[in-house]
Structures are given as structure tokens and as C-alpha cells.
């Protein structure tokens, strides 16, 4: 594994589901969350790094009663924890406590690490903040979405504009030092107006983090079903509330580090840096996706399938994609240009041994003309209207 480890943990129970959401989550029920977070550290506890050049997918997993067996020395080191969802707020507390207990036996946590969690801002009151404080979670990342009611209610969300702000003062007030807000454009009936309200609520709290981004309409939603392929604010507003959502952060203080994503400095999100930059994750849970060396692997998407094979001991990972040197060299580009300071052509050189420019130079130079891509002494970089057309661009490098 290259340098420090990432590590996803996906609970997939909500509420409610949002009209917008296809991921892989649903509502929950008592019996089905404590089955699920049995498996889950059952799944946690039995994974052992594999020996990814076998390709052997038995070699994820050791039997449970050797956890305790590994000593420091032996345990992968991870320096970023993501709980993600679905809602995993709506977890009662000792839940997320026996997850990181599970997690602290078979890996070695940075002292520094980055530990968050996802919270919907109806789920979490002030005592699940402090204890979030005390199990090691040093990071919140509120799906606050709007400002206005009323799209919050048209987009499914079971929070009022009120109790997000009240939810990011209680964070604060239990100590959380470091809070990203998501925040959404294009949402159906939003205007120009509302959504620059959107923008200066979430100025004025003041977060560490603002992930900003426009709404996608995803097959198989219900949103699909009312809008189908025509977007519910059109083109231009969208274009106009991308600029704005610039224009205003960096006004606010925020640098823009990714495509979709705003910092304070020394506040960029480090897991999700990981994933732009090519580096090695494991993922837990259902659905969960892991990176290691250049193999893919993924869970089992199903919940009955995932938490029956998990409590009879059976594998529930399977390899998902073996990149080849071709795909990886494109991956360097088509997930490290989304982030402003761009790619490195020393690293692309240690880690590829070949030169970017021999490989891609054609594609490079004529994007450099085309005013999309700026070159430095060591670095290729999107220019702002290279950000602003991004996906043309890292189309041309499939």
C-alpha cells in the first residue's frame, strides 16, 4: 500500500430517502441495523491486508479469532476514517463506538488522523455531539443542501433551514473544530436570489469546509420520474449560480482545492484527496468500494446477501476492475486534474516510469492551446475555464 491508508465505512439507513439520492441506502428498522452492524464488525475484525499481486480474493479476510493477534507493527496505518451513508447519525452512539473499537484492533490510527462522520442536521442533538468528541470523531460533515425551506421539503430532506443552523452551533459547541456543509444548486423552483441566500447562511457560519455542488438528476429516482432528462433550472441559471458559488466563496476565504469543493486553509478534506490522487482505501459495509495497488474490489450491494454471508464467515468481495498500466496513467489525469493545483509530471514519472508528455503530449498541448490547461515547472493544471468545461476535457483522456 502507498503511504497512509483511507478507510470508508458505509452505513446505509436514512430516515427517510431524498427524492435526488441513488445511493445505495434506505430506511431503517431497529432488528436490520444491529444485524447490520454485527456484520459489520465481524467484517472489519477478519480483514487482513491482501497480497494483491496474487490476486487472490481469500486473502482479505483471516478467521475472527486471530484480530487480536496482529501486534503495531503488523497493522496497516490509516490516517483518515470516513463514516458515510446513507445517514449514519441515525446510528445510536454505541454503535459508532463499537465500530471504532473494531477498526482501532486490526488498524493503527494516525494520531493525526481525520475521523468523520456524515450527519443529517433532524438526527443529531447535543449529547451524540459530545459523544462523538469522545470516541475520536473530529470531523462533521452536515448535508445542509438549502437554506430555504421549501426546497429542502421539495427535495425530501426531514431538516428545516432552522435546525441546520442550530445542529452546525451545537457541533461547535461541543468542540468540532472542522465542519464541512454540503450545499446544493439547481434545485427545483431555486432562483438566483434563494440560492445566493443559501450562500451567505453558510458564510455566516463560518465552516472549515463547504462542498458546493449541482444538482444531478440519476436514473432511477424519483426526481427522475417528474424531470426525466430536462434539467429543473436551466442551463444558464445553473452557469450563473456556478459562478456565483466561486465568486462568493473565495470572497468568503474559502480556496477552491477540488472542482467541487471549498477550504479554509489547512482544511481540505484529506480522505477525499485520497480518492483524487490515486491513493489506496479500504472500504467496509455494504456496496463499500476499496483501492489497493491497481486491483478494485467491492461488497456484496445486496443487505440480506451481505449480512447472511458475513455471519456464516463467507466472502463477500469480490474484484470489481484489474486496472492495467494504460488505465491507471489515465485515472493520474482524470482524477487529479479535478483538483486545482493539478498533477505533478515527476510523480506521473516515479510511479509510471515513463514521461506524461511522451504518453498524453498531443492531448496535453492542444488543451494548453485551447486556453483549458496551464503547465508550470512540474505541474499541469486546469486554467478557470478548464475547470469550467472539466468534463470535456478528462473525456479525451478515455
Not at 443542501?145 to 441546520?164: M, W
Not at 442550530?166 to 468540532?176: I, K, M, N
Not at 472542522?178 to 423552483?189: E, H, K, R, T, Y
Request: with cysteine.
Amino acid at each position: 500500500m502507498r503511504d497512509k491508508t483511507g478507510i470508508y465505512v458505509h452505513i446505509p439507513f436514512c430516515v427517510q430517502k431524498c427524492r435526488y439520492c441513488d445511493f445505495l441506502s434506505f430506511p431503517s428498522e431497529r432488528e436490520g441495523v444491529s444485524r447490520y452492524v454485527d456484520s459489520l464488525l465481524r467484517e472489519i475484525r477478519s480483514f487482513r491486508q491482501p497480497e494483491v499481486m496474487a490476486q487472490d480474493i481469500r486473502s482479505f479476510y483471516l478467521p475472527e479469532e486471530s484480530a487480536g493477534c496482529m501486534d503495531g507493527s503488523h497493522k496497516i496505518e490509516v490516517d483518515s476514517v470516513f463514516i458515510g451513508g446513507g445517514t449514519p447519525s441515525i446510528l445510536p452512539v454505541e454503535h459508532l463506538e463499537r465500530i471504532f473499537g473494531a477498526l482501532s484492533e486490526r488498524f493503527r490510527l494516525s494520531e493525526d488522523a481525520e475521523i468523520t462522520v456524515e450527519c443529517n442536521p433532524g438526527t443529531a442533538g447535543k449529547e451524540a455531539f459530545q459523544a462523538y468528541r469522545s470516541i475520536g470523531i473530529n470531523r462533521i460533515s452536515f448535508g445542509f443542501q438549502s437554506a430555504v425551506d421549501a426546497e429542502l421539503k421539495k427535495l425530501g430532506r426531514i431538516h428545516t433551514a432552522t435546525e441546520a443552523e442550530e445542529a452546525f452551533w451545537l457541533a461547535r459547541q461541543a468542540g468540532f473544530d472542522n465542519i464541512n456543509i454540503d450545499l446544493m444548486s439547481a434545485i427545483p423552483g431555486q432562483t438566483l436570489d434563494s440560492y445566493r441566500m443559501t450562500l451567505g447562511t453558510a458564510l455566516a457560519l463560518n465552516p472549515q469546509h463547504i462542498s458546493a455542488y449541482s444538482l444531478i438528476i440519476e436514473d432511477g429516482t424519483p426526481f427522475y420520474a417528474e424531470y426525466g432528462e430536462k434539467p429543473p433550472v436551466d442551463e444558464d441559471t445553473d452557469r450563473e449560480m456556478y459562478a456565483m458559488t466561486k465568486d462568493l466563496l473565495a470572497q468568503g476565504g474559502y480556496r477552491r482545492y477540488e472542482i467541487s469543493n471549498y477550504a479554509k486553509e489547512g482544511f481540505s478534506c484529506r480522505h477525499n484527496l485520497k480518492y483524487w490522487s490515486g491513493c489506496d482505501y479500504i472500504g467496509f459495509g455494504l456496496g463499500a468500494s476499496s483501492k489497493i495497488g491497481n486491483i478494485r474490489y467491492k461488497n456484496e450491494t445486496d443487505i440480506h446477501t451481505y449480512t447472511d454471508k458475513v455471519q456464516k464467515g463467507e466472502n463477500i468481495t469480490y474484484i470489481e476492475e484489474v486496472l492495467q498500466p494504460e488505465d491507471e496513467m489515465a485515472e493520474f489525469f482524470i482524477l487529479g486534474l479535478r483538483k486545482t493545483e493539478g498533477v505533478s509530471r515527476s510523480e506521473f514519472a516515479t510511479r509510471f516510469s515513463e514521461d506524461a508528455m511522451d504518453r498524453y503530449g498531443d492531448l496535453l498541448l492542444q488543451c494548453e492551446q485551447e486556453g483549458l490547461l496551464t503547465f508550470s515547472a512540474d505541474r499541469i493544471a486546469f486554467t478557470d475555464r478548464g475547470l469550467d468545461v472539466s468534463n470535456y476535457v478528462l473525456c479525451r483522456f478515455l
